[in-house]
């Protein structure tokens, strides 16, 4: 009876000690399990500039893929405003998703993530955007397209006049004065040659120097007649 009721109690011992080593042994793979699940130090949370508008990425690593809700929120004095919600599953290599946020300088997002039964907090620390805004590319100056000109046909010009020279005496670059036709005809002359008497001249002459001789003579001779009356 002695033998039977102290190998009773050993194996009662020994059940026990197997229960508490089980016991142990479910907690530890429970809590390895929770953790190997999805930890919210998988998370991670960054603003950029996509070319000159800003975005909030968030990226997840969480091998095991459990999905995660990520929801985004501005907090401005205070204040929170809600930018955006996605869910996201990782992997080892890591899972990102992008929210579209023209984020100003130093801006503070707070940064929710929720993946039951694992995790419901937020990231720590809150989002700080950088000091700097998304730069906007600088403009191409468009290069003008050179225009083909159009040939017009040039205008009729009309010759140049010659310059006299300096060496040329001026009696060659002046055409002499045409006096002959310039002066004034003798009286008479004119009529004579319309009429066509300009032949007889000579003969008009001798007749009238003759009769000026004459006309001197008898002249002369009345004057002597009168002297000797006088005298006598």
Not at 89 to 109: H, S
Not at 114 to 124: L, R, T
């Amino acid at each position: 009876m002695a033998v039977l009721s102290v190998s009773r109690r050993t194996v009662a011992r020994s059940v026990r000690a197997l229960g508490v080593v089980s016991a142990s042994a479910a907690l530890a793979l429970g809590v390895a399990g929770n953790a190997a699940a999805c930890n919210i130090n998988e998370f991670s949370a960054e603003a950029k500039c996509d070319g000159e508008k800003g975005v909030i990425t968030v990226t997840d690593v969480d091998p095991a893929g459990v999905p995660a809700t990520i929801t985004v929120f501005l907090k401005n004095n205070g204040a929170e405003e809600k930018i955006g919600e996605q869910v996201v599953k990782g992997t080892r290599e890591g899972t990102t998703i992008t929210f579209e946020e023209d984020w100003q300088p130093n801006a503070q997002y707070r940064i929710h993530v929720e993946a039951k039964p694992y995790v419901d907090e937020d990231i720590k620390p809150d989002l700080t955007t950088p000091a700097t805004a998304c730069e906007k590319p600088e403009e191409e100056t468009p290069t003008p397209t050179p225009s083909t000109p159009t040939e017009t046909a040039p205008a009729e010009q009309p010759p140049a006049t010659p310059a006299p020279s300096e060496s040329e005496p001026e009696s060659e670059s002046t055409p002499p004065a045409d006096t002959a036709s310039n002066a004034p005809s003798p009286a008479g002359e004119s009529n004579l040659a319309e009429t066509g008497a300009d032949s007889n001249t000579g003969l008009i002459a001798g007749v009238a120097a003759a009769l000026v001789v004459a006309g001197g003579g008898a002249v002369f001779f009345g004057m002597r007649r009168r002297g000797a009356k006088s005298e006598g």
